[in-house]
């Protein structure tokens, strides 16, 4: 699964540096240096000198404090004395290596221990989305959903493996104690080792096993391979198409999750680097079945989620065919659900709402639109063997996964 913020404006840096070398913080001209060096490291363009002066009134505050503007915006430290501590943040509105601001920092002050904060900045939020904690490099990754109303999520790291800015965003992998690897996308995360069936599972099998014949399917998103790993345990599937915009997901996952890419290398797999909605073109009575492991409904991933994209994929489906679609906490968005439920019954007679559990999620679940041309996933179940075991789908998952909470079958209106 991927899920994406909205653009970002800049990033932020924050270092607290402990136990300093005494002499280098209280001495002016290093601390110039510092900035300086640091610049031309990161290739900020400088406008003036490094202003830094002292301050405090007391031997408890006192120390110096350094501002330094740059092109994209300006870094600032403050240093205190009695401590021996220094406070640094870096912000630009361009992209610069983190990490390696970090490690010069750390090692120009010679400070015994430091913890860094690695913000991301973005551009706007819509409603009810709340900004997220991007990275706390070897501390924890928090994701705040509706931080409004005090909600976060918070999975400690215990090793950066990569950190990755494409065209579209910023993709990172951590070594985590109790999910063991974890992948996220700007800052919001996508999957864990320990749960990621609980979701790739429930994408692709409750479709599979109602329609009678899948020969032909297509994943938009799903870059990393949990969905199609899973679509393709079935002989019957013939051809997969898989389209996602950005390789770099597919990139990592292949180096840092085998149990996904091994999907990759199934010749039934054909893989497409483009935008879903542009991929769909003018398709007509192609597919079997369409699996849209999308992102976020925000940023560029808004348009599959629109009454146009809906339109389009039941056009490219086959006179019995169904689609599948990621689709949002039943706890945090029901405003958003009912609403594109309404917009997928404009064309397709079944729609419903089905949901997985899943622990690294926020609210511990998430969603999906069932839309089918013909079949219901109720009186048209149709259990077919996978080859390999599964480990969360069954059939009794599979009749409970439709049923809804009485608050959710009242937003959700009819036919759920």
């Known amino acids: 699964m991927q899920k994406k913020g909205f653009p970002e404006w800049g990033l932020l840096t924050s270092i607290d540096l402990f136990k300093c070398n005494p002499k280098t913080i209280r001495d002016k001209a290093k601390i110039q240096a510092y900035a300086e060096k640091l610049c031309n490291l990161l290739k900020f363009k400088r406008f003036g000198e490094t202003e830094v002066v002292h301050f405090g009134s007391s031997k408890k505050v006192e120390g110096y404090s350094m501002v330094q503007f740059i092109e994209s915006s300006l870094l600032s430290g403050h240093f205190a004395n009695a401590s021996n501590n220094a406070y640094i943040d870096i912000f630009s509105c361009g992209d610069y290596d983190s990490k390696k601001a970090i490690n010069f920092t750390k090692k120009f002050f010679r400070a015994k221990s430091a913890v860094s904060n690695v913000l991301l900045r973005k551009m706007g939020a819509s409603a009810g989305e709340a900004d997220r904690i991007f990275e706390i490099p070897n501390s924890w990754v928090f994701e705040s959903y509706g931080l409004e ?219 999906f639109a069932f839309a089918s041309k013909k079949y219901c996933p109720l009186k048209d179940y149709n259990p077919k063997k996978p080859s390999k075991p599964l480990k969360y789908y069954n059939a009794g998952i599979h009749k409970a996964c439709f049923a809804l909470p009485e608050f959710a079958k009242n937003a959700f209106g009819r036919g759920v």
């Open 149 to 367: 109303e005090g909600r976060t999520t918070g999975i400690k790291i215990s090793k950066e493996l990569a950190m990755e800015k494409s065209p579209f965003q910023r993709i990172a992998v951590f070594e985590t104690p109790a999910f063991g690897r974890m992948m996220t996308i700007d800052g919001i995360v996508q999957f864990t080792e320990f749960d990621e069936f609980s979701y790739h599972e429930m994408m692709a099998h409750p479709a599979i096993n109602v329609k009678p014949k899948v020969e032909k399917v297509l994943i938009i998103g799903g870059g990393d391979g949990g969905v199609a790993r899973e679509v393709l345990k079935y002989g019957q599937v013939k051809r997969l198409d898989l389209c996602d915009i950005d390789k770099k997901v597919t990139e990592l996952s292949k180096k840092f999750f085998p149990s996904f890419a091994a999907a990759f290398k199934d010749k039934r797999l054909h893989l497409f680097h483009m935008d879903g909605f542009k991929f769909l073109g003018k398709k007509e009575n192609e597919y079997d079945l369409i699996i849209v492991d999308s992102t976020d409904p925000i940023g560029f991933a808004k348009s599959l989620f629109k009454k146009d994209f809906f339109k389009k994929a039941f056009g490219a489906l086959k006179k019995d065919g169904i689609l599948v679609s990621q689709m949002e906490s039943v706890y945090y968005d029901r405003r958003f659900i009912s609403k594109t439920l309404t917009q997928i019954r404009a064309f397709f007679p079944i729609v419903r709402y089905y949901y997985t559990l899943i622990p690294t999620y926020p609210s511990g679940t998430i969603g």
